[in-house]
Nanobody, 123 residues
Framework: QLQLVESGGGLVQPGGSLRLSCSASGFTLDYYYIGWFRQAPGKEREGVSCISQSGGSTNYADSVKGRFTISRDNAKKMVYLQMNSLKPEDTAVYYC????????????????WGKGTLVTVSS
C-alpha cells in the first residue's frame, strides 16, 4: 500500500520553529517528486515547498522563502520541512504529497497524499 504519513505538527508561539516529517512506505521514494502543501481554515490548499527526486532542486512559496527549508533522505524514505520564524498565518494543516516522475509543484499533479498534520502558531 502506497502511503505517506506526516508528523511533527503542534502548537508553537510566533517566532518559534517546528520540523515536519513525512514518512513514505510501500514505494521507492527515489522516483517521486515531493511537495508540502497546506490548507488553512476556510482557505484553499496551497503549495508550500517542493523538492526534486535527487533533492537537487527545490522551490518555495514566496510567503515562506527564507523561513522554511525542505529536504529529503531517500535511503530513510523521509522528507522534512524545517519551519522557522513561524507566523500566525502559517497556521494550517500541512500535507505531504508525492508525484512519480513529477517535476511540477502543483497539487493537481500529486498522486499520493498523506492525511496531514496540524500546525498552530499562536501565543
Amino acid at each position: 500500500q502506497l502511503q505517506l504519513v506526516e508528523s511533527g505538527g503542534g502548537l508553537v508561539q510566533p517566532g518559534g520553529s517546528l520540523r515536519l516529517s513525512c514518512s513514505a512506505s510501500g514505494f521507492t521514494l527515489d522516483y517521486y517528486y515531493i511537495g508540502w502543501f497546506r490548507q488553512a481554515p476556510g482557505k484553499e490548499r496551497e503549495g508550500v515547498s517542493c523538492i526534486s527526486q535527487s533533492g537537487g532542486s527545490t522551490n518555495y512559496a514566496d510567503s515562506v522563502k527564507g523561513r522554511f527549508t525542505i529536504s529529503r533522505d531517500n535511503a530513510k524514505k523521509m522528507v522534512y520541512l524545517q519551519m522557522n520564524s513561524l507566523k500566525p498565518e502559517d497556521t494550517a494543516v500541512y500535507y505531504c504529497a508525492a508525484d512519480r516522475y513529477g517535476t511540477k509543484c502543483r497539487s493537481s499533479e500529486m498522486d499520493i497524499w498523506g492525511k496531514g498534520t496540524l500546525v498552530t502558531v499562536s501565543s
